[in-house]
């Protein structure tokens, strides 16, 4: 009899703990990606704190190269007015992503072309990395293929405007007009999502408060590859891996530019795995 409470005694308390250690890996488990391909599920690491996102750490980050100084006032002038919009526009302009999470999201203006965007979709495929096309919308029709090649590849394809005005320079029915008639371009081939960069990256206030009352997302970057500005690939990667931070939105072109985009096309790839080795994913703007 005593023996036989004994043993009822040991099971119950071993149900207890093996469920208490079952609840426990559970809880410990919960927010955390199930991505198959990382295989094994026993040993789940500890999600790692980073400080608390906050609106501080939105700001587009400076260039680690030398520039001259026509070029570097040119683009303080632009960080400034950009965060001038995001502070106004705090719901509807972005600079980053509001996260303190690892990821980058890597954005291609200019888009689709017949030869530089297949080369960028076959490198992020080859990497399994998604990301964000901005088309230029009077390029989808004459691009049709590359247009569908983004797609398929499961990229988002987003509005860059119907012929890349600067926004700037144009009154606001027309700014709204080059987005709305890119913006059924995109329908065209894809589900139209309303995120908007603007050619050159900035909008003006009036621009800026009617894109929000249609519904637009407006998205500048915090991280300029300057693939527009430097041939050296190596001068694109040090731009981007340098100044890479949680939520980054790194700026890079997918057409246009000198040799098909040749320095962008040799940077890309060290660019992904240089990021993936300081343990950055990747991310569709969509996401956010
Ligand atoms: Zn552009």
Wanted: charged share 25%; aromatic share 10%.
């Amino acid at each position: 009899m005593e023996m036989r409470r004994y043993v009822t005694m040991a099971l119950v308390s071993f149900v207890l703990i093996t469920g208490l250690a079952a609840l426990g890996g559970l809880l410990h488990g919960k927010g955390e990606s199930c991505d198959p391909a990382e295989g094994d599920e026993q040993v789940i690491p500890a999600i790692e704190e980073g400080p608390a996102f906050s609106k501080d750490m939105t700001y587009i980050r400076d260039i680690p190269l030398p520039l001259d100084e026509a070029m570097e006032q040119h683009l303080t002038e632009f960080r400034t007015k950009a965060k001038e919009l995001m502070l106004k526009y705090p719901d509807s302009f972005f600079i980053s992503l509001p996260t303190n999470e690892k990821v980058v999201a890597l954005t291609f203006d200019d888009g689709p072309d017949a030869y530089t965007t297949r080369e960028i979709v076959e490198i992020l495929d080859r990497f399994q990395v998604p990301a964000t096309f901005f088309f230029i919308g009077n390029q989808i029709s004459r691009n049709p293929g590359s247009a569908r090649l983004v797609i398929e590849s499961g990229h988002l394809a987003a509005n860059h405007s119907w012929s890349h005005l600067r926004p700037t320079d144009i009154d606001t029915g027309k700014c709204i007009s080059e987005v709305t008639a890119a913006e059924s371009a995109i329908a065209g081939i894809t589900s139209a999502c309303r995120l908007y960069r603007p050619p050159y990256g900035l909008v003006t206030e009036a621009q800026m408060a009617a894109l929000e009352e249609a519904g637009y997302k407006v998205f500048a970057w915090s991280v300029d590859s300057m693939d527009w500005y430097f041939d050296d690939p190596d001068d694109i990667v040090r731009c981007v891996v340098e100044r890479v931070h949680p939520g980054a939105i790194v700026l890079l072109h997918c057409a246009g530019g000198r040799n098909n985009r040749r320095a962008t096309i040799e940077a890309l790839p060290q660019i992904i795995t240089e990021l993936k080795d300081m343990g950055y994913s990747f991310v569709a703007l969509d996401r956010y």
